[in-house]
């Protein structure tokens, strides 16, 4: 079944495996039409690196203390929109109904404010251990790395639906992140199996950008930074139009799942 002919309603719940097969037919149906708003996505989730690389590297950028924490906080507000735009777009594909960009920008805009709020809950705690990962490798022993991980990113899987919940169910921030929790509360390792499933995926493409920016390295003789960082910049820009994508259609079809999984528990009672 074919997400462009409608993927949803889902006919049953669904395996970690099978949820995974589903969000790559969502993200195959729905990538041309979505690879231009990821494309521009990325590209302002890039504004900060092009800035250090190309501005302040030649003198002229701003001497102003936290201009770097200003930027990224601009990227992110910047890019809650895009990140809303896609999401309905996707799931109008996963319907079978006909997406228009204008009704899916003005959702958007109109849920920017509040989907501000929605999206730090989804992703803060992913932020918070980007930020403490220096004290982690610091307390925990490098042996101990691997067991660590695991209770560490346990937590990840709670939240992460709050994308889909907050823009396709209009909830409040506050609502959204209540139903993330309670819906995957008592799927939480399928949803972290499922989130460290997609994070294989994207990083092995990820890696992919370090082999090719390395293998075209002695083509160009003496190493020149621009050149290199303009290389890895559009190679960066490539697989995240690609990653974006596919990730939403995951937490989609995950979302689906764990809200069939809720109401066949909650009719099972009656």
Do not use: N
Request: proline residues 6%; positive net charge.
């Amino acid at each position: 079944m074919e997400a462009s002919v409608g993927l949803l309603p889902l006919p049953r719940p669904l395996m970690m495996a099978e949820v995974l097969d589903a969000a790559f037919r969502l993200f195959r149906a729905g990538l041309l039409r979505c690879l231009p708003i990821s494309g521009l996505l990325v590209l302002v989730l890039e504004l900060p690196t092009l800035y250090a690389t190309f501005v302040e590297a030649d003198g002229g950028g701003f001497d102003i203390p936290y201009f770097t924490l200003v930027s990224y906080g601009v990227v992110f507000v910047l890019s809650v929109p895009l990140l809303g735009v896609l999401t309905l777009r996707l799931h109008a594909l996963a319907e079978g109904t006909r997406s228009r960009l204008r009704t899916e920008l003005g959702a958007a805009l109109i849920g920017w404010p509040m989907g501000l709020i929605a999206t730090a809950f989804a992703f803060g705690y992913c932020l918070v251990l980007v930020v403490l990962q220096v004290a982690i490798v610091t307390i925990v022993p490098a042996s101990a790395l691997p067991f660590a991980a695991v209770p560490l990113f346990w937590p990840v899987g709670l939240f992460v639906v709050t994308l889909p919940a907050y823009w396709r169910d209009g909830l409040s921030p506050v609502s959204s992140v209540a139903q993330s929790v309670r819906l995957s509360i008592r799927r939480s390792w399928h949803m972290f199996g499922a989130m460290l499933a997609t994070l294989c995926i994207v990083t092995v493409f990820v890696m992919l950008v370090f082999v090719l920016v390395y293998a075209v390295a002695p083509l160009f003789g003496r190493v020149d930074l621009y050149v290199m960082a303009t290389v890895q910049s559009t190679l960066f820009l490539i697989v995240g139009a690609l990653g974006v994508p596919f990730v939403l259609s995951v937490l989609i079809v995950a979302y689906q799942d764990l809200k069939l999984r809720d109401q066949r528990r909650r009719g099972a009672r009656i």
